[in-house]
């Protein structure tokens, strides 16, 4: 267990440069274990604990898995042999349902524990299974894990995805890779990540079409090979220092950065009154002293990000004005406000739909992580706050967030990691 000690009251300032995207990473590393011939080669992967948790899955399965430097990832899955995941890690982390996918196009067979991940609202696996069941495979729940079987090969056909999930979208489009036919993915979702995943595939020899709009063609071949890829920055880290710098009254640059992959935060935030400079890889905040408050809706991409949701409330409660923040893809995510409110944040919660009035101090006291995004938030408050603020529960914040303390403490912050 760990905390962040944070001593608030500092503008920030300087350059920061962001990770490999996770929500990235995550996919990609599953589908590069689809190869069976040659060894895979990820750049720009960034070292989350749920990074590492998949790769020690996947060493489990028969896949060899090194690092070959810091953010440099090899996988070579030519002895790919097991369907059975390691429950204990599998339970863990949601991006497991991938290996469901993976198992089931390469060997036929798969017997995944049931995902953990955030408690942030429900996010089903029925829509996984829906598609894997429409593929031709047999699914069923039992002893916890989600298991499945094929005779054969999966079968290409049309599926109509539910609520446009991202996650199914990415597992169909692995399962289809090496399915019988063609795989027709309606209502997907449209994140850039969907898009990086398939432009991966697409460099192992796949055939995947439309990435990026709401109709996928999964064309499916005999085989795949390995290749050299290099994740896209993660657009949520980066935002997350964007907003680190605007609640601080700083002025931050983020680098490794797709500014077209932030577009909608970018415009909020000009609206909230931060000036916003950009080039082709770097992001410039430069925040007043005190921001206006703007409504915000969460939406699936080009939305409003539901990830960047929590630290844009904590930007606001220190906002002038009264700000309405409506949450639309997951409920239950206004979990950490009561960990805000603590910070002295006047916030009030209807089901899925925050009013933020902002206040003209917020003061330090301890408070509780309890997923990614909302400990984020707290962190990016406790910037701000009077006093000492102390973060518990940085094991959440590390799923999503490499070095955080080192970065922001680079950028003219007071904080330590106490263990």
């Keep these: 267990m760990a905390q962040f000690v944070i001593e608030g009251g500092r503008a920030l300032a300087g350059d920061v440069a962001v990770e490999g995207s996770k929500n990235s990473a995550l996919p990609i590393i599953v589908a590069a274990a ?40 090899a996988v070579d899955a030519r002895e790919l042999n097991h369907y059975q995941a390691r429950y204990d890690l599998a339970k863990k982390l949601r991006g497991s349902t991938y290996l469901v996918g993976l198992l089931l196009a390469r060997l036929g ?22 598609g894997f069941q429409a593929l031709g495979a047999d699914m069923r729940l039992e002893h916890g894990s989600i298991q499945g079987i094929i005779d054969g090969r999966l079968k290409g056909t049309r599926v109509y995805i539910e609520r446009a999930s991202f996650g199914t979208t990415l597992n169909l489009m692995i399962a289809g890779s090496l399915a019988d036919g063609t795989t027709i ?52 880290e980066a ?29 909020k935030l000009s609206q909230a009154g931060a000036q916003i400079e950009e080039d082709m890889d770097w992001i ?102 009077e006093g000492t603020t102390q973060v518990d529960g940085v094991e959440y914040i590390d799923r999503g967030y490499h070095g955080m303390e080192e970065k922001l403490a680079s950028l003219g912050a007071v904080i330590e990691r106490q263990d």
């Design 34 to 73: 689809l190869a069976e011939e040659g060894t895979t080669v990820l750049e720009n992967v960034p070292r989350y604990t749920d990074i590492l948790d998949l790769c020690e899955i996947l060493r489990g399965l028969g896949v060899g898995v090194e690092w070959q430097s810091a953010n440099r990832l």
């Design 109 to 130: 067979q798969a017997d995944v524990a049931f995902p953990g991940g955030c408690q942030i609202g429900s996010r089903p696996v029925n829509f996984h299974i829906q």
């Design 284 to 385: 410039r905040i430069i925040s007043p002293p005190k921001l206006k408050a703007v409504d915000i809706e969460t939406l699936p991409h080009p939305g409003f990000p539901t990830d960047l949701h929590p630290q844009m409330v904590s930007m606001l409660a220190v906002a002038e004005g009264v700000a309405v923040v409506q949450e639309t893809v997951f409920e239950n995510r206004f979990g950490y406000t009561h960990e805000l409110v603590r910070l002295g944040a006047d916030i009030k919660v209807d089901r899925e739909t925050g009013i933020i009035r902002g206040v003209d101090r917020l003061t330090g006291a301890p408070v509780q992580a309890q997923d990614i995004r909302g400990g984020a938030a707290l962190v990016l408050a406790a910037l701000r706050a």
């Design 239 to 267: 935002g997350t220092y964007l907003l680190a710098g605007a609640i601080s009254g700083g002025v931050v640059t983020v680098g490794n950065v797709i500014p077209e992959h932030l577009r909608t935060v970018l415009l």
């Design 185 to 236: 993915l309606e209502n997907a979702a449209m994140e850039p990540e969907i898009v990086d995943v398939a432009n991966f595939l697409n460099a192992m020899g796949g055939r995947v079409r439309g990435a990026g709009t709401n109709l996928v063609r999964v064309e499916g071949v005999r085989q795949l090979k390995g290749t050299h890829h290099e994740i896209i920055p993660d657009r949520l």
